[in-house]
C-alpha cells in the first residue's frame, strides 16, 4: 500500500465502501456513532481534567518555591528574630488596663458584631483578644490606631518611638514589596518558643496573639505553626489545608508554613496566607468555561477528604442570588446560608459526596457517567491531587446532553440520507479521507512531540508516496531545529554567564528577563570611596607588566574584602575604588558592615605595602542614606550610582587623613557603638549644606559583620 499513490488509495476505498449493504449503514452508524462520541467526549473530559491537574500542581510547587525563596532571605530570617526580640521587650504591665479597653472597644464595634452574624452563637472578646500585653499594644498601633482602615498594609511606622516600632519601619516596606511581587494575601513572622506572631503583613487582629494556647491552637495558622515545628525536615514547606479563620471573619483561609533558620538555629516560622481566588481562577479559566470546552454546564472544583469543596461551584459565580435561593429550599442551615451571602463562595460551603469524588479520594483515576440528583445524565472525569500531604478529588464534568448534541443531530441527518445512494458514496468519502489524513496526523503527532520539547522526535518509516516525502522532509528541518536550538541555548548560557561578570546577580536576572530600563531609588544604603594614596609610586617603580600585576593583586584584594563583608563594588577609577553596602541585599547593618570592611581595606593595604616596600595607605569615606542606582549609557551600559550621597562620599574622601575613615552624621548615627569617632569641621559640597562629618583612624577589624 506504501507503493501506491494517495489517489489510488482512494479509489480502492470508494469501491469497497460500494459493496458494503446499505441496509446495515444506519445502525451501524447510530451505534458506533455513540460509541465515539460518548469516548471522544470523555476523552475530552479526562483532557481537561489533567489540564487543570497540572495547573492545580503547579500552581501550589510554584507558593512552594516562593515559601522557600522567601525563607532563605534575610529580611525574613533577621526580621523573624529581631521583632521576637523586640516583641519581648514591649511588656509594660502598667499600660495594660488601657489598652486593653481600648483595643476591647474597637473589637466590640468592629469585629464582633461581623463574627456574630457569620455564627448562630455570641463571640466572647476574651477568645479573640491578645492574652500578653505585648500583643495588645501591636493591635492598638497597628490596628485600631491604623490611619488607612481600608488598607492597613500600607501603614510602615506608627511613631511609638519602640525598637519593635523602628524594626517594622525597615522591615515591612521589603516584606509588603515581596508580597506584591510574588501575589501574597498575608505574611506572618511567628516566634518560635512562645508561638507568638510578632509580624504580619496585613494587620489582622492575629497580629500579637499565640498559636499555641487558646483560639489560635485551634486555627489553620496555628495547625500550621505546630507542624512547621514539628518537621523533621528543615527546607520541607507544610501545607495547611482550608478551615474557617477567625482573623479573617471565618473566611475558609489555607496557609503554608516554612521554619526560618538562622545560622543553623531557628529563628522563627513564616506563615503565608494562600489567594482562593488564584485557585478558582486556574480552575475557572477566569469564568470563561465555554472557551475551553465545558460549554454552558461544564465546570472544574477541586472537594477536599471531608467532601467539601475547597474552590467554588460555577452556579454561585455565575449567579450567586439564586445559588443561594437554591440552598435555602434544599434546606441548608442558617449558618451555611449566612457565610454563601457574605463570602459568595462555597469553599468549605458545600459538600459533594459523588462516586466521582469518592473514587478520586481514594486514589483513583478514571471518567465515567454517573447520575446526578434528579436523575440528570453527568459525564465526568477524576483524579486525586496531593498537595503537601492533603489529598483533594479534582472533577471534571459537564451535562452529558450537552455533551452529545452533536449525536442527536447526526441521528436526524441520517435518516434523511440513509435510504440514497448519496449516502454510500459519502460514508466512502468520509472513510477515504480517514485513510488520506492518517498520515497527516501521524505527522502532527511527531511535530507536538517535538514542540513539547522531544528533540529526538521523528518519523519513522515514512514511506515512498507523497507523504512519505513530506515526512522525509520534516525529519530534515526537526534535525535542523534541534541543531539551531542547541546553539540557541549555547549562546544563551554564554550571554547569561557574561551578565553575571559584568553587573550584580541581581541586576543581571532582571536585564535576562528582558528590562532595559533599570533605575531605581533604594533608601539605607551605605556608600563608600576609597583613595589609594601610593599607586603613583608604584607605577614610577615597575615595569609596564609587573605595574599591571600588582594593581590587579590590589584591586583583588579589595574585592576579596568586599565580598566577605557584603559589600558591592560599583566600579575603581584611578586611584579610587568605590563601593555600596545595601544596595542588591537589604542589609540592616549596612554601616557596620561598611566600617568593618574599611577596616579590612586598610589592613590588606598595609600587608601588600610591606611586602612590596611601597608606600601605601587608604583614605576611606562613607554616606549612608538613600542612593539612586541603574543603567547608565545605550551602547556601553554600565550598572552605577548618584545621587546627594554619592557625592557627599566622594567629596569627604579628598579631606580625609591617610590611614582613616571618614563618615558623614547619617552613618555616624548607625553605629552608636563606634565611640572613637573625632568631629571634624563642616565641609562644603556644591548644592548641599555644609556637611557634618567625623573620623576616626583606620584599625584592624574585630570581626565580619553577621549577615543581616
Not at 216 to 242: C, I, K, N, P
Not at 381 to 396: E, F, I, K, Q, S
Not at 476 to 493: I, Y
Not at 533 to 540: K, S
Request: one cysteine or more; proline letters at 4%; hydrophobic letters at 45%.
Amino acid at each position: 500500500m506504501q507503493s501506491l499513490s494517495i489517489r489510488s488509495k482512494m479509489l480502492l476505498m470508494l469501491i469497497a465502501s460500494g459493496l458494503a449493504c446499505i441496509a446495515a449503514v444506519g445502525l451501524l452508524a447510530d451505534r458506533n456513532g455513540r460509541h465515539t462520541m460518548t469516548a471522544g467526549a470523555l476523552d475530552q473530559m479526562t483532557q481537561l481534567r489533567a489540564m487543570q491537574q497540572r495547573s492545580v500542581e503547579q500552581y501550589f510547587g510554584e507558593q512552594t518555591r516562593i515559601a522557600r525563596t522567601l525563607a532563605e532571605m534575610p529580611v525574613m530570617t533577621e526580621g523573624a528574630a529581631t521583632l521576637s526580640a523586640a516583641f519581648a521587650d514591649l511588656d509594660e504591665p502598667a499600660e495594660a488596663e488601657k489598652i486593653a479597653a481600648e483595643v476591647g472597644a474597637w473589637y466590640q464595634k468592629n469585629i464582633l458584631p461581623d463574627l456574630a452574624n457569620l455564627s448562630d452563637g455570641t463571640p466572647k472578646l476574651s477568645s479573640y483578644l491578645p492574652t500578653s500585653f505585648a500583643g495588645l499594644r501591636l493591635q492598638r498601633d497597628y490596628i485600631v490606631r491604623n490611619p488607612d482602615q481600608a488598607d492597613p498594609k500600607t501603614l510602615d511606622r506608627a511613631n511609638t518611638g519602640t525598637y519593635y516600632d523602628m524594626l517594622h519601619g525597615l522591615l515591612h516596606p521589603t516584606i509588603r514589596a515581596l508580597a506584591d511581587r510574588f501575589d501574597l494575601e498575608d505574611v506572618m513572622l511567628i516566634e518560635p518558643k512562645q508561638g507568638t506572631v510578632v509580624y504580619t503583613l496585613a494587620k489582622e487582629i492575629d497580629l500579637g496573639t499565640n498559636l499555641r494556647t487558646g483560639l489560635g491552637a485551634q486555627t489553620g495558622a496555628g495547625r500550621a505553626f505546630a507542624r512547621a515545628l514539628q518537621s523533621s525536615d528543615a527546607g520541607a514547606v507544610v501545607v495547611e489545608d482550608f478551615s474557617p479563620y477567625p482573623a479573617d471573619m471565618l473566611r475558609p483561609n489555607s496557609f503554608l508554613a516554612l521554619p526560618l533558620q538562622r545560622q543553623g538555629d531557628l529563628a522563627g516560622v513564616m506563615l503565608l496566607q494562600l489567594r482562593t481566588a488564584d485557585l478558582n481562577s486556574l480552575l475557572t479559566n477566569d469564568g470563561q468555561w465555554e472557551k475551553i470546552g465545558l460549554g454552558r454546564t461544564g465546570e472544574t472544583y477541586l472537594v477536599g477528604a471531608d467532601k467539601l469543596m475547597r474552590s467554588d461551584k460555577r452556579e454561585i459565580i455565575e449567579d450567586p442570588e439564586a445559588f443561594i435561593e437554591q440552598q435555602r429550599r434544599s434546606g441548608a442551615s442558617a449558618d451555611t446560608l449566612k457565610r454563601l451571602a457574605a463570602y459568595k463562595s462555597t469553599i468549605l460551603l458545600f459538600e459533594i459526596d459523588t462516586a466521582p469524588v469518592r473514587a478520586a479520594l481514594r486514589g483513583e483515576t478514571g471518567s465515567g457517567i454517573e447520575t446526578a440528583t434528579g436523575g440528570a445524565q453527568i459525564m465526568a472525569a477524576w483524579a486525586p491531587v496531593t498537595v503537601g500531604g492533603l489529598r483533594m478529588a479534582l472533577v471534571t464534568r459537564q451535562a452529558e446532553s450537552e455533551a452529545l448534541a452533536p449525536l442527536h443531530r447526526f441521528r436526524r441527518d441520517m435518516l434523511v440520507v440513509a435510504a440514497s445512494a448519496v449516502l454510500l458514496l459519502t460514508l466512502a468519502s468520509l472513510a477515504a479521507a480517514g485513510v488520506f489524513t492518517a498520515p497527516l496526523r501521524r505527522i502532527m503527532a511527531v511535530a507536538e512531540r517535538l514542540a513539547a520539547g522531544e528533540d529526538k522526535a521523528r518519523i519513522e518509516s515514512p514511506g515512498s508516496d507523497e507523504y512519505g516525502a513530506v515526512a522525509k522532509g520534516f525529519n530534515r528541518m526537526a534535525d535542523r531545529l534541534t541543531e539551531r536550538q542547541a546553539a540557541l541555548e549555547h549562546k544563551t548560557q554564554d550571554y547569561e554567564n557574561l551578565l553575571r561578570n559584568v553587573y550584580p546577580e541581581v541586576i543581571a536576572e532582571r536585564l535576562r528577563q528582558g528590562e532595559t530600563a533599570i533605575s531605581e531609588t533604594l533608601q539605607n544604603v551605605s556608600i563608600i570611596v576609597i583613595a589609594i594614596d601610593g599607586l603613583e609610586t608604584l607605577a614610577e617603580d615597575q615595569t609596564q607588566g609587573s605595574t599591571l600585576a600588582r594593581l590587579n593583586e590590589v584591586i583583588d584584594a579589595l574585592d576579596g574584602a568586599a565580598l566577605r563583608h557584603g559589600v558591592e563594588k560599583i566600579k575603581t577609577l584611578g586611584e579610587t575604588y568605590t563601593a555600596a553596602c545595601g544596595l542588591s541585599v537589604t542589609r540592616l547593618d549596612h554601616a557596620r558592615r561598611a566600617l568593618a570592611f574599611c577596616a579590612e581595606a586598610a589592613l590588606v593595604l598595609a600587608r601588600l605595602s610591606n611586602a612590596w616596600r611601597d608606600d601605601l595607605a587608604i583614605r576611606a569615606s562613607v554616606a549612608s542614606g538613600e542612593v539612586e542606582a541603574g543603567l547608565v549609557g545605550r551602547h556601553r551600559t554600565v550598572y552605577d550610582i548618584w545621587g546627594a550621597n554619592f557625592l557627599i562620599a566622594r567629596r569627604i574622601v579628598f579631606d580625609t587623613l591617610p590611614g582613616h575613615v571618614r563618615v558623614t552624621q547619617a552613618t555616624h548615627d548607625l553605629v552608636p557603638e563606634v565611640t572613637d569617632f573625632q568631629a571634624m569641621p563642616p565641609l562644603e559640597v556644591v548644592g548641599q549644606p555644609p556637611v557634618v562629618t567625623w573620623q576616626r583612624p583606620l584599625a584592624l577589624p574585630s570581626g565580619r559583620a553577621e549577615a543581616a
